[in-house]
């Protein structure tokens, strides 16, 4: 069916849905995930019974068969919540709220602010915690109303995630106990235990929900009974905002798939417009991902069919698209905060022979200690540094020396002289003549986000380092190995 949809006096869109949801909560979801939209929702309609003019929708028979005209009106959700008897119908205004594609982060905040929710249950959750306060009686939920209440959590935490850990579901649980006393569970020890398991399946439910209504994200997990088809669930593991869009509306796969040949015939240009392959890799960049998160092709198949994607340019670029962030600014300011820091713990393990020779060639300038730290790092985690960097002279042959390499960064060298860096995946070199080994690293941070590659297993704490201490992405869920060690850090910044 073919909706308009009226969200403000300046924004009006078009938009598809096949099959058109057989309810009106059904209708509500979509949209929320089509228009990017959170918070409480009121559907209106124009009903050709009053000339056109506005209705709430009720009943999804109200609406004509074809095309309609739909206008969509939100209650904003303050995350300080203020008080609800300030709530009234002057809230419900037409603005658009975060969705969770641009949400700033994949990790749910600490406290988590639990939602205003709707206003006759705030009213009850109200009166209930005032005889909590006064005789210690806890409110017995009614079953709708608890079915409400997980609801509007399982919605608030997929504006962060749709795939929460168990121990943030936990602190969700804690934070709704903790601002609503009365909810206590009085068989738990802490009052939070039964909530806890409660919205563990509100949360799988809610994920049903929204993959049958077509979210990308979720789509892509649908279980599948043929024992050939992967049970890895595909999900975004580096923090990733902006894992798995849809398509941009007004546009399907063919029409993606057009912008698709258009870039690669203008990458092959002498004098290349990068306006324009901006423009095009920005909107092909939906179908980009599903081909690289769904398909899981080979590195060398992503350069045949996306070569635009392994210039410095547009890596930078799409790693901004997936995250939010500047790479190399990004990666260059984490480095330089805990270099000092880092480069007096490495003098504490003398007794690694490749940190002693690499503290030698410190002298007083920012690039050199950079350099000295990004080598050093795996020797002081005690991970495999020729699996990360390899040093070659200038008349060595780059491609052979990146045979047996999966993941990493060839430093080419004329004797003292720094010469090229090139970055290596799948034995491959991919990307070359970077101008210094930061920016190689920089860049190679970038191609695993950008390619959806995973962390070599024996260089995972060099890379969680990178990424959640350096760059501070996903910094709330450290292994507790790098967890201690940003710890450290932070104590000898103070």
């Not at 005032?130 to 997980?150: C, H, I, R």
Request: glycine letters at 4%; hydrophobic letters at 35%.
């Amino acid at each position: 069916m073919l909706l308009r949809i009226i969200l403000g006096d300046d924004n009006i869109r078009k938009v598809t849905l096949d099959p058109l949801p057989d309810t009106v909560e059904g209708l509500i979801t979509c949209l929320k995930i089509k228009l990017g939209i959170s918070g409480e929702m009121v559907i209106q309609y124009q009903d050709p019974e009053f000339n056109m003019e506005l209705c709430n929708l009720s009943n999804m028979t109200d609406l004509p068969k074809d095309k309609a005209t739909l206008k969509v009106l939100t209650k904003a959700t303050e995350p300080d919540h203020t008080d609800s008897s300030t709530l009234d119908n002057e809230s419900m205004s037409s603005s658009c709220e975060d969705s969770p594609s641009t949400s700033q982060t994949r990790q749910l905040p600490h406290p988590f602010p639990i939602p205003t929710f709707a206003y006759d249950v705030e009213l009850r959750l109200r009166s209930a915690n005032e005889v909590f306060a006064k005789n210690g009686e806890v409110f017995e939920t009614p079953k709708e109303m608890k079915s409400d209440l997980l609801d509007k959590l399982a919605e608030a935490i997929f504006v962060y995630t749709p795939y929460p850990t168990r121990d943030e579901i936990d602190a969700v649980a804690q934070a709704l106990v903790d601002k609503h006393p009365c909810l206590k569970d009085p068989g738990s020890e802490f009052g939070w235990y039964s909530w806890k398991f409660s919205l563990k399946f509100k949360i799988q439910n809610f994920r049903q929900k929204l993959r049958q209504a077509g979210c990308p994200e979720l789509s892509l997990n649908k279980r599948s009974s043929s024992p050939t088809k992967s049970k890895k669930l595909k999900k975004a593991k580096k923090s990733e905002v902006n894992f798995l869009p849809g398509h941009p509306e007004g546009k399907n796969e063919n029409d993606l798939e057009n912008e698709r040949a258009l870039l690669i015939s203008e990458v092959k240009k002498r004098n290349i417009d990068w306006t324009l392959v901006d423009k095009m890799m920005d909107s092909t960049y939906s179908l980009r991902r599903k081909e690289i998160v769904k398909d899981e092709p080979l590195v060398a198949h992503v350069q045949e069919r996306w070569p635009a994607l392994f210039f410095v340019r547009q890596i930078e670029l799409e790693f901004t698209r997936l995250t939010s962030m500047k790479l190399r600014e990004s990666f260059l300011a984490g480095l330089d905060q805990y270099l000092d820091c880092f480069l007096e713990l490495f003098k504490t393990k003398s007794g690694i022979p490749a940190l002693s020779s690499l503290l030698k060639q410190l002298d007083n300038s920012t690039h050199r200690k950079r350099i000295i730290l990004l080598l050093g790092l795996p020797h002081f985690l005690k991970e495999d540094s020729s699996a990360f960097t390899k040093t070659i002279e200038v008349t060595d042959d780059e491609q052979s020396i990146a045979k047996g390499m999966k993941v990493g960064v060839l430093v080419v060298m004329d004797g003292q002289d720094f010469i090229d860096a090139a970055v290596v995946l799948e034995e491959a070199v991919v990307l070359s003549q970077l101008r210094d080994l930061p920016t190689a690293v920089a860049m190679l941070m970038g191609l695993l986000y950008s390619l959806n590659i995973d962390y070599p297993r024996e260089l995972k704490y060099t890379f969680e380092v990178m990424q959640k201490v350096f760059m501070n992405i996903g910094g709330g869920q450290c292994s507790s190995f790098v967890h201690g060690l940003r710890n450290r850090l932070l104590r000898r910044q103070m």
